[in-house]
Structure formats: structure tokens, C-alpha cells
């Protein structure tokens, strides 16, 4: 299973982005895909426990989102063949959104999706940069 994560970059405050994530070479078909974030300097780095999650989807649709994320974040998910994708749309973005955000991914769970989970694939990362 690869994990590549798209999008990201500099905007203004009140601006929007959409990050991309695409999980290829698993053909299983419930999944349970979510975005986490760091910011740079805060936690330790590559450390799962230390990224903040903001949201999360099942196959399904059912979503869940944390309170950085809501009313403002929308996650989707969508199939093809063996490639799961999940964007991040991101509108009013503030300056505390600034971090490195991720995507992960994990099939065969028997709980609820959710960020909480062990997810076993991680995407590498992508910058958003957002000023005042």
C-alpha cells in the first residue's frame, strides 16, 4: 500500500486549500481514511500521538470531526479500483492552521472509524502555510 499526499501551500487568512490524498494497492473496500497535523517545533516529530487529528471518514460517508475542524474542514472519500482517495477541503483558514498536515488510511478495523485508530498507513506530509 502507497499513501501520497497533494495540495497544500502558502494562502492568505480567510483563503481556502484542498489537500489530496490517494491509497493505492488495496483493493479491500471499507476504509477508514483521516488527516492529522503538526505544527513544527510543538511534539515530537513523526510521532503519532503528538499529531493533532482534525478529521475522519468511513467508506460509508460517516464522518467525524474535531472541534479545529468543524464548520470550517470537509473531508470526502471516494473509491476507484484499488485507490482510495480523501480530500481535505479548507476554507477561512486562520494562521494557527499553519503545520504539516497528513493523511492515514487503514482497512480491516473492527471499530468505528475514527482518528483514534492505529492506522497502519501514512501519507508524507504537506506544508500549509497560512498569513496574516
Known amino acids: 500500500?502507497?499513501?501520497?499526499?497533494?495540495?497544500?501551500?502558502?494562502?492568505?487568512?480567510?483563503?481556502?486549500?484542498?489537500?489530496?490524498?490517494?491509497?493505492?494497492?488495496?483493493?479491500?473496500s471499507r476504509a477508514c481514511m483521516a488527516w492529522f497535523r503538526q505544527v513544527p517545533g510543538k511534539g515530537r516529530e513523526g510521532v503519532r500521538e503528538d499529531r493533532e487529528g482534525l478529521a475522519s471518514i468511513d467508506s460509508d460517508g460517516s464522518t467525524i470531526y474535531k472541534d479545529s475542524?468543524?464548520?470550517?474542514?470537509?473531508?470526502?472519500?471516494?473509491?476507484?479500483?484499488?485507490?482510495t482517495i480523501s480530500n481535505l477541503q479548507m476554507n477561512n483558514l486562520k494562521p494557527e492552521d499553519t503545520a504539516m498536515y497528513y493523511c492515514?488510511?487503514?482497512?480491516?478495523?473492527?471499530m468505528k472509524c475514527s482518528e483514534t485508530l492505529n492506522f497502519t498507513y501514512w501519507g508524507q506530509g504537506t506544508q500549509v502555510t497560512v498569513s496574516s
Open 1 to 28: 500500500v502507497k499513501v501520497v499526499q497533494s495540495g497544500g501551500g502558502s494562502v492568505q487568512a480567510g483563503g481556502s486549500l484542498t489537500l489530496s490524498c490517494t491509497a493505492s494497492g488495496q483493493i479491500e
Open 104 to 110: 492515514a488510511a487503514m482497512w480491516q478495523f473492527p
Open 69 to 83: 475542524a468543524k464548520g470550517r474542514f470537509i473531508i470526502s472519500i471516494s473509491k476507484d479500483h484499488d485507490k
